[in-house]
């Protein structure tokens, strides 16, 4: 098995527990933001890349409720560049990075400190360069990682996002003491499930690998928070095995991706208990048309990768992340993926100068 894909198999092995550790902080995380006021005139603002982008496009669903305004969820170049003018000194910047090295994410801090903005940083490490700008950093040693293909710091960085936006929230009584000790308690029982689905799925992908390798190119659909998660499949896909890999919103499919139908190419429909009867649909409908299809998530066809999932209005995707990243590990362990990556990943950012160094 490739070196990378061992050490992935093992962080996705770990990650509940990992999870686990990160929760028995949740009232220490919470409690930073005690003295933080989000006012009428206040904008969010969600930074990050990759992953971390992901994260922040999740999480917003529940700012957006809890708040009653829409974040902006912003990429550190698009921030850097055109949207910090627009800072005031009531804003909140919240930039995730996971090695808190990237230089846009790191000047994105720069540039909200210096408008007057609060500053927070969500990060594994204590003395990344993310952590020493921002006024709050949120460390997250528990979802440190020393592998190329990240598993537990993709959903224990969401849960500290959700962590952070729930602090905000109780700082500024947009829920109460019970409502957050009720949200912990929703986070325990999600995680209790992690490894039941992991197995699940990687059971099911070694039941069905033959079929899987007829295909060259995969493209992922999603609704709502799950277009994020199809996202983290995609691209964990072109990382770990160089396949052609897309993530589409499922409406965004159908109104003209749909017409596409390269040589190769096998379809995957995610679906959580909300999205379920109208993926079905969408599922029924591809199918019919002739095109490979095959559907991950609740009440699944038969012959599908069907799990049991919790009825979550904010945190479904915490369900859906032990069953991408389970798919994604035992197909490469079967056919021995992940060896390129790695090599890719290092040419760019050295090429390009992407990171920032760390402070001795």
Not at 18 to 31: F, P, T
Not at 63 to 71: E, I, N, S
Not at 100 to 105: D, I, K, N, P
Not at 110 to 131: F, H
Request: hydrophobic share 40%; glycine share 6%.
């Amino acid at each position: 098995m490739n070196h990378e894909i061992e050490k992935m198999a093992g962080f996705l092995e770990i990650t509940p527990r990992k999870i686990d550790e990160l929760l028995d902080r949740y009232d220490q995380i919470l409690g930073l933001f005690k003295n933080v006021e989000f006012k009428k005139r206040s904008n969010l603002y969600l930074i990050g890349n990759g992953s971390s982008g992901e994260g922040a496009r999740i999480a917003s669903f529940l700012a957006l409720d809890l708040f009653g305004k829409v974040p902006y969820c912003i990429t550190p170049y698009q921030f850097t560049h055109y949207s910090y003018v627009s800072l005031t000194d009531k804003d909140i910047v919240i930039a995730i990075s996971q090695t808190g090295t990237s230089h846009e994410v790191v000047e994105s801090l720069r540039l909200a400190k210096k408008a007057g903005a609060l500053t927070i940083a969500i990060t594994t490490i204590a003395n990344a360069p993310v952590a020493e700008v921002a006024e709050i950093p949120v460390v997250l040693p528990e979802c440190k990682e020393n592998v190329d293909y990240k598993v537990v710091g993709v959903l224990g960085q969401l849960y500290g996002l959700w962590m952070v936006i729930l602090g905000i929230a109780l700082a500024n009584e947009f829920i109460n003491e019970k409502q957050a000790e009720s949200f912990l308690l929703e986070f325990r029982d999600l995680n209790k499930h992690y490894k039941r689905i992991a197995d699940q799925a990687q059971e099911w992908t070694l039941d069905h690998i033959d079929f899987l390798e007829q295909f060259s190119k995969l493209t992922v659909l999603g609704s709502g928070p799950l277009s994020e998660t199809a996202m983290e499949l995609a691209i964990k896909s072109i990382e770990v095995q160089n396949r052609f890999s897309m993530a589409v919103d499922t409406e965004e499919y159908l109104h003209g991706i749909c017409a596409a139908d390269p040589k190769g190419n096998l379809v995957i429909m995610l679906a959580d208990i909300e999205t379920a009867p109208y993926s079905r649909k969408v599922y029924d409908s591809i199918k019919d048309f002739g095109q490979p299809v095959v559907y991950f998530g609740h009440n699944a066809p038969e012959g599908n990768l069907s799990v049991k999932l919790l009825d979550s209005k904010y945190f479904s995707t915490a369900l859906m992340f032990p069953l991408v990243h389970g798919f994604i590990v035992a197909w490469a362990k079967a056919r021995d993926y992940g060896a390129d990556g790695a090599k890719v990943f290092e040419f760019y950012q050295n090429r390009l100068k992407v990171r920032e160094d760390m402070k001795k």
